[in-house]
Structures are given as C-alpha cells and as structure tokens.
C-alpha cells in the first residue's frame, strides 16, 4: 500500500494525502481525519526510506554504552528506544566494554553508518576523549548521558552525583557508623570524581577523619576481573589496624557483587559491615539482608538523553543548560540499618 493507492481510493491528489499524513496546516481537519482513517484501515507503513533519502538524514541515532548486561543500562536504553521510536527514530547499539580502544572503534563505526547524532556513555578506562572531540568537530552531534567528562562541551544528562553520594555517606553517619570504606571505579570520568567528593564532604562535614587506605579502586573490565578486585580490597581494609565497620558501593557492578562476596567471605551484614551502594537492581529488596541503596532515574535519563539530541539534530533544541541533572533516591533497607 503506497501513497498513491490510498490517494487513487479517497480520490484525492498524493501531495494532498501525503500533507494530510504529515498533519500540514494546508489540509482541512476533516480530510486529515479522512486520509489518516483510511490509512489505519488499510495498515499503511511510511516509507521511511525514502522519508530518509529525501531529508538527508539516515533518521538512526548511535549508542555506545559499557555493556548491556547491566540492569541500570538496560533501564537506559529502554528509555533511549522509547523516545527515538516516538519521534520516527532507529537506534545501533554497540558495547565498549569499558575498554577505551573498543569505545573508538565503536564511535568510527557508527559515523560510518551515516548516523545522525551519537548518545555515549563513556567507559571507565576512557582517559581523554579525543575522539570524540574529532567528531564533534565533524559537525556530528553528541550527548553524554550518566557518565562524562568535562573535557568534552556538549550537552549531557545524568544524576547529580556529588549530591548523591553525599546522601548515601550521610546515611551511615546519621545511623551510627564513621568508619566508612568506600569501593569506586577507578576512571577519571566526572562520575566518579564527582561520587568520591560527595563522600569526602560528607564526612567532613560531620568532621570525621578521611582515612585514604578505606578508598578501594575497583576494576569494571570484566566480572572477573570485577570480583577479584573487590576481593583483594576487602582483604586490604580487613588487614587494617581500624578497619570501617560500613562500606559505600560507588557503581552498578560493585553494588551487586559484592553483597555476595561479603558474604562468601564471613562477613554478616550489617553486623560486621554496613551496605550502600548504587545500583537500579530489581533484586535490591529480595537479597538477604535487603540492600540499601541510590536509585537513579535510568529511564528518564535514557529519555532525556535521546529526546535533547534529537532536538539538536532538528535544529529545535532550546534548553539553556549544557548539563540537565535528574534526581536520584536513597532506599534505606536493612543492609545499613542502626545497630543498638
């Protein structure tokens, strides 16, 4: 069914039906009604090929996240793929793994695929972002959601991190604990900057001592790789003279590891060791003890993300703010609970 049968059965001209289709001012209500009725009717599909051939656009918009075995990134995307497929858009999913050399690969690939604009989230090992700097001096439009680097000036959508660590640490505090270790990601991206100086402020805001041996880097490459880290630093902070009696989970992947390491090592939560962290887990509330935890808007900021870059693409973007910030919530459960 093309435009031109629906145009031959209302008798009706194909620029007429094709303005009706596209709700243009220069057709009456009760012809759009007509033509978009009929259309329903008979099942007709766009061609958004040509659609895309005629504009010039290829109407796909790139995304290149760390790894798609990751409930907060799903929850991402799943908000990415709403707001393209509303507003006629495909999307091409790549994985970076959180390796940098994978992360440029994939960027050459999608600008290869004539992509329209390119929503990226950075990988941890990224340490500059030169290529993307390249691209956008190319004139392909970027935004950054949930991590980003200030080394870059384009739109990004994220939580406020500083705040939200700072929420978490002030949790343990106000429960009872002060000496709060705390497992990171180890990357130089804004995000993780940003978690570790809500912490530090946190506690000196309610002048405790910064003990530096109880920030732990965590390595996110692999899970392997992830849970021996996590391993090797909890045996650091077990070894130490005063080691913390809580502990502060700074991304997704260590969130939910190490609840069960914890445990595979001895330790009964919160007895032992209190337990926050971020993470959008499903789970969070089912696991033994119930874990505590940031919740951050994934699918809203997946949403935010791809509607700003399509607005920037149609040339419609009128948000003022370079960095749009969406509200994170602390879930208090019983894995950071007050100990009597």
Same mark, same amino acid.
Not at 129 to 143: A, N, R, S, T
Not at 167 to 187: C, D, F, M, P, W
């Given at each position: 069914m093309t435009l031109r049968d629906i145009a031959k059965a209302l008798n009706l001209s194909t620029s007429t039906v094709s303005k009706a289709l596209r709700d243009s001012y220069e057709i009456g209500e009760d012809t759009k009604k007509r033509v978009i009725a009929y259309a329903e009717q008979v099942g007709y599909q766009p061609n958004t090929l040509a659609k895309s051939l005629k504009e010039g656009k290829s109407r796909t918009i790139g995304v290149v996240i760390c790894a798609i075995d990751n409930s907060f990134v799903s929850q991402m995307l799943n908000g990415i793929d709403r707001a393209c497929n509303e507003r006629g858009y495909s999307i091409m999913i790549m994985q970076s793994k959180e390796s940098h050399v994978q992360e440029i690969k994939c960027t050459e690939v999608l600008y290869g695929r004539s992509i329209d604009g390119l929503l990226i989230s950075p990988a941890c090992e990224t340490p500059n #972002?030169?290529?993307?700097?390249?691209?956008?001096?190319?004139?392909?439009?970027? #935004?950054?959601?949930?991590?980003? =680097?200030?080394?870059?000036? #384009?739109?990004? #959508?994220?939580?406020?991190?500083?705040?939200?660590?700072?929420?978490? &640490?002030?949790?343990?505090?106000?429960?009872?604990?002060?000496?709060?270790?705390?497992?990171? =990601?180890? &990357? =130089?991206?804004?995000?993780n900057i940003q978690r570790l100086e809500g912490y530090k402020k946190a506690l000196r805001d309610h002048r405790i001592e910064l003990m530096d041996e109880y920030i732990q880097p965590c390595n996110l490459q692999t899970t392997a790789l992830l849970e021996e880290s996590i391993h090797q630093a909890m045996q650091k902070l077990s070894a130490l003279t005063v080691p913390p009696t809580a502990l502060l989970t700074l991304s997704d992947q260590i969130s939910t590891s190490s609840i069960s390491i914890l445990q595979e090592m001895g330790y009964q939560i919160p007895q032992d060791m209190a337990l926050i962290g971020f993470t959008n887990t499903s789970l969070a509330n089912s696991l033994h003890p119930p874990l505590s935890t940031i919740y951050q808007p994934a699918i809203a900021i997946g949403e935010a993300a791809a509607n700003r870059l399509i607005d920037i693409i149609e040339g419609t973007d009128e948000e003022e703010k370079q960095t749009v910030y969406l509200a994170a919530q602390l879930h208090e459960r019983a894995s950071s609970r007050r100990l009597v």
């Open positions: #972002v030169d290529h993307l700097k390249k691209f956008q001096q190319l004139g392909l439009p970027i #935004v950054l959601f949930d991590r980003y =680097s200030d080394e870059l000036d #384009v739109p990004r #959508v994220s939580i406020n991190n500083l705040d939200a660590a700072y929420q978490a &640490t002030e949790h343990l505090i106000k429960n009872g604990y002060t000496r709060i270790a705390v497992l990171h =990601s180890n &990357t =130089s991206l804004n995000i």
